[in-house]
């Protein structure tokens, strides 16, 4: 069970990294231009908050593991973090 677990939160982790860029543009996006009209206010991006949520309880379940499982249990933490990382960066965004 705990080696399913493991291979899950491995298998969610690597999939964020393969979904999003990891460096940033050599050069950033021009400003918009703002609105005369105030914008309706930014999507509230639930899939988003909700896939953090669950990146942070796979984290935690990984902190209190007993088992260290040759070093990756570090390297998975490691990946949630930078997933989390890139998921707090693409809510900025709409």
């Given amino acids: 069970m705990k080696k399913?677990?493991?291979?899950?939160v491995v298998l969610v982790a690597l999939s964020f990294f393969?979904?999003?860029?990891?460096?940033?543009p050599?050069?950033?996006?021009?400003?918009?231009?703002?609105?005369?009209?105030?914008?309706?206010a930014p999507?509230?991006?639930?899939?988003?908050?909700e896939a953090i949520a669950s990146l942070r309880r796979a984290r935690e379940h990984l902190n209190r593991a007993a088992h260290d499982y040759q070093g990756h249990r570090a390297d998975a933490i490691r990946?949630?973090?930078e997933a989390i990382n890139q998921?707090?960066?693409?809510?900025r965004y709409e």
Avoid: G, N, Y
């Avoid at 050599?26 to 309706?40: F, I, S």
């Avoid at 999507?43 to 908050?49: D, K, L, N, S, W």
């Avoid at 998921?87 to 809510?91: E, K, R, Y």
């Fill in 79 to 81: 990946a949630i973090d």
């Fill in 18 to 24: 393969l979904a999003f860029p990891i460096t940033s």
């Fill in 87 to 91: 998921l707090q960066i693409c809510m």
């Fill in 43 to 49: 999507a509230e991006h639930p899939e988003i908050r």
């Fill in 26 to 40: 050599a050069v950033p996006p021009a400003p918009k231009p703002q609105p005369a009209v105030p914008a309706a």
């Fill in 4 to 8: 399913l677990l493991f291979t899950l």
